[in-house]
């Protein structure tokens, strides 16, 4: 795919641009053989960020971060990370580095879903501006709708940083979403697209682009990953008492806390259901 000044012109409008064919399909499966395998040696690195359900809860990894893997692992050669940043240079035109890599194995009937968010949300106090931010989401098998491929609202990004708000997902945990009154407003604006992405394709977007997925509910796993970059002389705080997500995992906590306290005390109780 050969990119031009009008690309460029489609991801300003658009806030992303599908890229095809970013890696070959036998790269593709070599990585999801080499992520599968490191999710069930344990060897792969979670964030505080589960599949339901509560049983298997150290088990089953949400996300995988691969940031404890040497820089000349195997995957890391086969994801083509400068290509991925040559891209986004090109459509950002500005310098960037990656600074995060995560997956998302979203296996077959079980995968969760992602609520809608704009990542920014998440980044908004580190000291740098959404311009210095862009992400990359790479497709390793054909996604489709019924197994939870990316959505994203067309355009969204213009409306700037969006009021989210904090709600429990059915792990027990917390994540940030816009809530459905404004999403239901935003859709009228913004059509809602499905990226039903070819194995091996990708899609470059901005951190105020409106996005989420379903839950996989197919029989196929959905792996992705995303590689998150920024401008290459920038760098955001990670400060971690005002650390969002350190924040929000107190809140779980507390919220946590007082329903085992109520359900002990209904626990005392016959109850209906
Ligand atoms: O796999 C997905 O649904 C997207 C995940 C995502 O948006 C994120 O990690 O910020
Ligand atoms: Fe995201």
């Known amino acids: 795919m050969n990119l031009t000044n009008k690309h460029i012109k489609q991801f300003k ?12 399909s036998q790269a593709c499966e070599k990585i999801n053989t080499i992520i599968y395998k490191l999710n069930k040696n344990k060897k792969a690195f979670s964030e505080l960020d589960l599949n339901f359900p509560f049983s298997k ?36 035109e500005q310098k960037l580095k990656i600074w995060y890599k995560k997956f998302y194995p979203k296996y077959a009937f079980d995968g969760d879903n992602e609520v ?22 790479i497709a390793f098998h054909d996604h489709n709708v019924s197994g939870g491929c990316l959505r994203i ?7 700037g940083l969006v009021k989210h708000e904090n709600i ?9 979403t816009i809530p459905a009154s404004s999403l239901l407003k935003i859709s009228k604006r913004c059509e809602l697209e499905n990226l039903e992405l070819k194995k091996g394709s990708c899609v470059f977007f901005t951190y105020n682009t409106i996005h989420g997925s379903s839950s ?25 008492n005002q650390s969002i997500n350190n924040k929000r995992t107190k ?9 085992i306290s109520t359900l002990k005390k209904l626990n005392k109780k016959p109850t209906a259901g």
């Open 13 to 24: 409008k658009d806030g992303f641009l599908v890229y095809e064919n970013l890696i070959n």
């Open 116 to 137: 809608y968010h704009q990542d920014f949300f998440y980044h908004r106090k580190k000291g740098l501006n959404v311009k210095n931010y862009l992400q990359c989401f």
């Open 251 to 259: 809140r779980e906590v507390e919220i946590l806390n007082k329903m």
């Open 168 to 176: 429990m997902t059915r792990n027990g945990l917390s994540k940030f």
């Open 153 to 159: 609202f067309k355009g969204s990004h213009k409306l």
């Open 216 to 240: 996989n509910a197919s029989k196929d796993n959905q792996n992705r990953m995303i590689c998150q970059m920024m401008s290459l002389n920038a760098d955001h705080r990670i400060s971690t």
């Open 57 to 92: 809860m150290d088990k089953n990894k949400k996300v995988i971060s691969i940031k404890n893997l040497k820089q000349n692992h195997l995957v890391n050669k086969l994801i083509k990370l400068d290509k991925i940043l040559k891209i986004g240079e090109f459509l950002t």
